[in-house]
């Protein structure tokens, strides 16, 4: 961290590691102001500026002064046994965003200020968290929670009674020995390693945190903000990455329900009462049999009548049996409120009212919701518990899934109920019929019938009802962003369209709104199959691919309208070349896959297509991984094209119903958005956040080229702030190719490929980036340390650069490598029978130094002579040395092999490892490495270490010092 002084902002003192940008200072301002006078705020913010740094500094700065302004005699409130102050008398801090690898980029970013000596919680589910051998197979969540949940009532999980065994102060030292905050990965590996359970440690430190950071529907879900007690009265909520936030609200209190389903409900219920009587007789039994004193078997037996009462359970059961009736009662004879045109009589929309009256009919009301949904929660887990015993094995399948399904649609439909919620005036069923519609659909003689939520309004409301101080909503992309906060439904006191910290002309927004012919570039869904809409569109990637150097992004609006341009590109035709060819000759050409396992390796493909032929060009679509959860700077994204706007599906049932509730609502107030002007803000939201793709730090540079005629129209405030001055209108595809001439003239030229290995090394991924997170200029005082070859702490010798002429291989673990490369090759890992640590054999035939190229002038450790134990094969060194200069975790060979795997990047990595098998390249391994593995799997790069040489160790460590990962 900087030594830089703390930034004055209304009398805050923020310590920000670097000297701010303007817009950094701006953005803290607004988070300030919002949360001094306890307000909302939407604040937007483009990538590259710092914005995770400058929201964490602002409102811990904020709280840390809360804190202080408390005095000495109410901090002696504090609680001795937890070391924190009562509950709310503090703001606590809720931090949203939306997947957990987002949350450990915030968890870096926090690493990287004074404030991380607060206490942090990062929530997971047993998906991220679970480490029981055979819990952690399980593929599915309901399953693994009920697994867990038998295994620890019967003391039968040896992770959850090693955790339960210590006391807190305990733990706290025990997780503490790392000196940095733990993001959620950092959690399971150090609870794994000390045979303890992450995911009860992980609601421990709830308890307790100031900071809790969580994903979107653990905050939003009425039910589940139950579920992980989660108190909001009097602190502080930001969602981050909140583009999609108003999707993700109207899908949290939205549910579906189907007859199909309530047959099997009724089935798990029957099954569970048969059960429970079972078990009553049997205790009966028992007693009558037993010697013991009169009034033991019967405390057992009115124990277990307290935790599911059989009478309650077969009224639930009468109760979903009249469910069934009334749902076919809806179908038959319910109240059409609206036709969808072109939808055939298998489909029916009913008023949202009509769901709350059927499930009161059927005796489900929001008096009786919390205590029904509970107890079908306990009958699922007893049913688990019937089917688990077995050997002391867990083997249930699929035991109660439908009763836990059931309990979270009543708690869904009557979501108010979980938390209190009252509204004056307004009953439950009329803001269902006025913010819910019933869609329902036939399939043989399947009835479902679809609860949709027509507003995020109903979900923030209900956040705000719980006595939330300040919300801060924030993203890269908002924009439009007076309709954004209109469609949330809440007040928002401050707003803020940030610019970048780049100037405007290292972007350049070329809209090209006619083909070379003349004909109009319109991918409306009637125009978008003609043919000369596909050709114009076609020639219009070829002329940017042409001109432009190194990588480019396309990203189409569906993956249907990607496969019919691909399918005419390759058409010849007329001309010697056809557009695939002329695309083809200039860059390889990468797809991004559907299946999520192949997107690693279409990364490796395009990034090693950009360092050693030159260039690539990436075929995507708008809202898919490629264009909102990868990095892609510098050489990676010299220009984005954007083919047609992608606007949600039109004849989709979900999309017709909400673009005619807005039209509804217009008609009434007319300051609400119409159902065109939503349409349209949907499209164009998922066309600014592919075009963030461009810029990602402080010194980057590209265009975005804008092949529709209907950007032309758009108004600027479509587009986000920063790019709102960089516009260029050209006539047609014809001219694409001296505008980009023009503006790569200005930035070095137009022509790509033909770099060195010293250029691809001063211009790579790796360091680049770099630049997007050292956006405020600094640079950490703190000397880096030594690092030591993960392969040294699981027996294997210490690798470390020894003083010959001739480099010696580093040892790495016993034929780690030769699997990864070669997986046909028999496993011979180390036995756990051994004890003593040996050197590991050294493969020269796959790794020769001798011709490996030079690395990075910064080493990896101090030299030292060593010298070597002949019995043990031990280096001689000073063990506290080594503990000082080692950075590295504790993974063992195979571990390194399960993390490659469960990222799914293993197949990459042996292209990789092959790759520098044949050419010895240092530049370019460590390059292709970074590309798969940062910035989302770091820990994995920094691992990576344990295979290769000392050359590339300290390349890898170079990297990851510049990046400011190196510590975390």
Not at 327 to 343: C, F, H, P, Q, R
């Amino acid at each position: 961290m900087s030594g830089t002084k703390p930034v004055k902002i209304h009398n805050i003192d923020v310590e920000f590691p670097y000297e701010p940008y303007p817009c950094q200072m701006d953005y803290m301002t607004k988070v300030i102001e919002a949360l001094d006078t306890s307000q909302d705020a939407a604040l937007e913010s483009p990538t590259g500026t710092g914005k995770t740094l400058s929201l964490l500094c602002a409102t811990l700065g904020w709280v840390k002064k809360k804190k202080n302004q408390l005095g000495p005699s109410i901090r002696m409130a504090m609680d001795p046994t937890k070391g924190v102050l009562p509950v709310n008398l503090v703001p606590r801090v809720f931090y949203c965003s939306r997947t957990h690898s987002q949350l450990s980029q915030v968890v870096r970013e926090l690493n990287k200020t004074k404030y991380m000596d607060i206490k942090v919680c990062t929530l997971g589910s047993r998906e991220q968290l679970c480490v029981h051998e055979q819990v952690s197979k399980e593929k599915d969540n309901k399953t693994k929670a009920l697994k867990c949940r038998n295994l620890v009532a019967k003391r039968s999980c040896h992770y959850y009674n090693q955790w339960n065994g210590m006391d807190m102060a305990s733990l706290d030292a025990l997780y503490g020995e790392e000196k940095k905050v733990l993001d959620i990965e950092d959690l399971a590996r150090t609870a794994k390693n000390h045979k303890q359970c992450p995911f009860f440690r992980s609601r421990q430190l709830q308890e307790t945190a100031e900071l809790i950071l969580l994903p979107y529907n653990y905050l939003i879900d009425p039910h589940l903000r139950q579920t992980h007690k989660i108190d909001l009265k009097g602190n502080i909520v930001i969602f981050d990455e909140a583009h999609n936030l108003e999707g993700v609200c109207e899908e949290s209190v939205s549910a579906h329900l189907s007859t199909a389903e309530v047959a099997f409900v009724i089935k798990e219920l029957q099954s569970g009462l048969e059960a429970l009587h079972t078990r009553n007789e049997e205790i009966r039994s028992e007693m009558d049999e037993s010697s013991a004193a009169f009034g033991e078997g019967m405390d057992k037996n009115k124990k277990k009548e307290k935790e599911i009462n059989l009478s309650t359970v077969a009224d639930i059961l009468e109760k979903v049996f009249e469910l069934e009736n009334q749902m076919d009662l809806l179908w038959e004879k319910g109240e059409i409120t609206e036709a969808l045109e072109g939808e055939n009589e298998e489909s029916k929309v009913f008023a949202g009212r009509s769901m709350i009256d059927m499930l009161e009919k059927a005796g489900f009301r929001k008096e009786n919701a919390v205590d029904y949904s509970d107890l079908l929660h306990r009958v699922a887990s007893f049913l688990a518990e019937e089917r688990a015993v077995e050997e002391g094995k867990v083997t249930i399948k699929d035991a109660g899934h439908k009763l836990l399904d059931f309990g979270s649609f009543l708690s869904r439909v009557f979501a108010d109920s979980f938390e209190g919620m009252t509204r004056r005036g307004i009953t439950d069923k009329d803001m269902a019929g006025e913010n819910f519609k019933v869609f329902a659909v036939k399939e043989k003689k399947k009835i479902t019938f679809n609860y949709w939520c027509m507003s995020a309004g109903i979900a923030m409301r209900f956040l705000k009802s719980r006595g939330v101080l300040s919300m801060i909503i924030t993203s890269g992309t908002l924009a439009p962003l007076d309709q954004f906060t209109k469609n949330l439904g809440i007040p928002f006191g401050y707003t803020l369209q940030n610019s970048h910290a780049a100037k405007s002309n290292q972007v350049s927004v070329v809209m090209v709104p006619k083909a070379k012919d003349g004909s109009m570039l319109n991918g409306s869904f009637t125009n978008r199959s003609s043919l000369s809409y596909l050709a114009g569109v076609g020639d219009g990637v070829a002329k940017t691919v042409e001109n432009t150097p190194h990588g480019v992004l396309v990203f189409f609006s569906s993956y249907s309208i990607m496969q019919s341009c691909i399918d005419k590109w390759k058409e010849k035709g007329m001309a010697a070349l056809s557009i695939w060819d002329r695309i083809k000759r200039k860059k390889e050409i990468v797809i991004e896959p559907k299946n999520k396992s192949e997107l690693a390796q279409a990364r490796f493909t395009f990034n090693n297509a950009i360092s050693t032929k030159g260039g690539a060009v990436f075929f995507a679509v708008c809202r898919g991984k490629v264009s909102e959860g990868i990095d892609f700077a510098d050489t990676h994204s010299r220009a984005v094209v954007i083919v047609g706007i992608p606007y949600p599906p039109v004849h989709e049932p979900r999309v017709r119903l909400k673009r005619n509730y807005l039209d509804e609502c217009n008609q009434k107030d007319r300051e609400c958005m119409s159902g065109g002007s939503w349409y349209s803000m949907e499209g164009f939201r998922a066309v600014n956040q592919a075009i963030g793709r461009v810029l990602r730090h402080v010194h980057d540079y590209g265009v975005v080229v804008l092949l529709d005629s209907r950007f032309h129209s758009a108004t600027a405030s479509s587009f986000p702030r920063w790019v709102q001055n960089s516009f260029e209108r050209i006539g047609d595809v014809s001219e694409i190719e001296k505008s980009l001439k023009k503006f790569f003239g200005r930035h070095g030229g137009s022509k790509g490929g033909g770099m060195t290995s010293e250029a691809m090394t001063s211009s790579s991924v790796a360091e680049k980036r770099n630049r997007s997170i050292m956006i405020g200029g600094g640079r950490s005082t703190i000397e880096p340390q030594g690092i030591k070859s993960i392969a040294s702490q699981y027996n294997g010798s210490v690798p470390m650069e020894v003083e010959k002429e001739e480099p010696k291989l580093a040892t790495v673990s016993k034929g780690f490598l030769n699997r990864a490369v070669t997986p046909s090759s028999p496993s011979s890992l180390p036995s756990s029978s051994s004890t003593a640590k040996r050197p590991l054999p050294i493969l020269t035939p796959l790794l020769d130094p001798s011709t490996v190229a030079t690395a990075p002038s910064q080493t990896l450790t101090k030299k030292r002579k060593i010298g070597t134990n002949s019995k043990m094969g031990e280096t001689k060194e000073n063990v506290e040395e080594e503990k000082k200069t080692s950075e590295i975790h504790e993974y063992d060979s195979s571990q390194f092999k399960q993390m490659l795997k469960d990222a799914g990047l293993f197949d990459a990595f042996k292209v990789v490892a092959s790759k520098y098998k044949e050419d010895k390249n240092v530049n370019v391994l460590v390059q292709n490495l970074s590309s798969i593995f940062l910035p989302s799997h770091h820990k994995i790069f920094k691992a990576s270490c344990m295979v290769f040489p000392p050359p590339v160790q300290n390349a890898i460590k170079s990297i990851l010092v510049k990046r400011g990962l190196y510590y975390t």
